[in-house]
């Protein structure tokens, strides 16, 4: 079973007291604990200006997790948590580990194509290297 | 219907400039429509290229075809593989005042990053980082988030 990493952002009302948020938080590490989930990070944006109006508020508090787990119904069982909560007016999870793999991926294969031609330095002049081709024609044009 | 044939060919010159102008003639009809919306149309293309850099090399009136920035895409010069959508400063330079996503043509992004940015700018709208197109438009710029220290 392979591991899934989520980002999960809630956004609370503005001036909600900080007891009711770390109710919140406390009840989305418990069913993390539960199910066997790590939290790999936990932010809090402040108080931000909304894009638009949501429940008739125009800032709301944002706060941030990084969960990983290798069990995908985590996520129901917290969206149903952050859906019961008052304090929380949107949410939102998203599956990271995809978009991860896939930037690793190309990330290594630049790598490795830039490893496989190496590019003479500007300042230096050029180094015999037998193999490239592109030495030739630069000799033949010095 | 003889009677209007014969009044149209009696009146050759007028007909094309009547078709010209516009008036929906039964002759002319089906050509005076496509008439003067086309050269509306391309009135209105150096109107809005003339903004924008004015297109290299090709004529000021004509198609838009002609338009093209010969910018890169940012992406593929930062090497970014992974557009994150939590990132409202950076989406925001591609999406307009009223909150639509610009199109490659006027951002020079290629193909690829451009299917990405869309994605990220959805997920950012959804959480309330971008407006949806035509709501509360953007009075204030976006700016990153920031992790407090709580």
């Known amino acids: 079973m392979e591991e899934r990493l989520y980002d999960l952002i809630f956004i609370a009302r503005p001036a909600t007291p900080e007891d009711e948020i770390k109710k919140v938080i406390s009840s989305i590490e418990h069913a993390c604990t539960d ?91 050029p180094a015999p290297v037998p193999a490239t081709p592109t030495a030739e024609p630069q000799a033949a044009a010095n | 219907m003889a009677e209007e044939q014969k009044q149209g060919q009696a009146v050759p010159s007028e007909a094309p400039a009547r078709a010209e102008g516009g008036a929906p003639s039964h002759g002319g009809g089906q050509g005076g429509h496509s008439g003067p919306r086309r050269e509306g149309g391309r009135e209105g293309g150096p109107r809005r290229e003339g903004g924008p850099g004015g297109g290299p090399g090709g004529p000021r009136r004509g198609k838009r075809q002609y338009f093209r920035k010969k910018k890169v895409c940012k992406f593929c010069v930062e ?17 307009q005042e009223r909150g639509k996503i610009l199109p490659r043509r006027m951002t020079g992004v290629c193909a690829r990053h451009q299917r990405w940015l869309g994605v990220a700018i959805k997920r950012a709208r959804n959480i309330a980082l971008l407006p949806f197109a035509g709501s509360a438009a953007g009075a204030t710029a976006p700016r990153a988030v920031e992790a407090h220290k709580s």
């Open chain 1, 35 to 125: 199910k066997g989930a790590k939290i790999e990070k936990s932010e809090h944006w402040g108080t931000r200006k909304l894009a638009y109006r949501v429940a008739k508020h125009r800032e709301g508090m944002y706060y941030y997790h990084q969960i990983r787990t290798t069990r995908g119904e985590l996520i129901v069982e917290l969206e149903r948590r952050l859906h019961v909560q008052d304090a929380v007016i949107k949410y939102l999870t998203i599956r990271l580990d995809e978009d991860l793999k896939r930037q690793k991926k190309l990330g290594d294969k630049r790598e490795k194509r830039a490893a496989r031609r190496p590019r003479r330095p500007a300042a230096a002049p």
């Open chain 2, 79 to 95: 090497k970014m593989d992974l557009i994150d959508y939590k990132r409202a400063d950076i989406l925001s330079q591609f999406v």
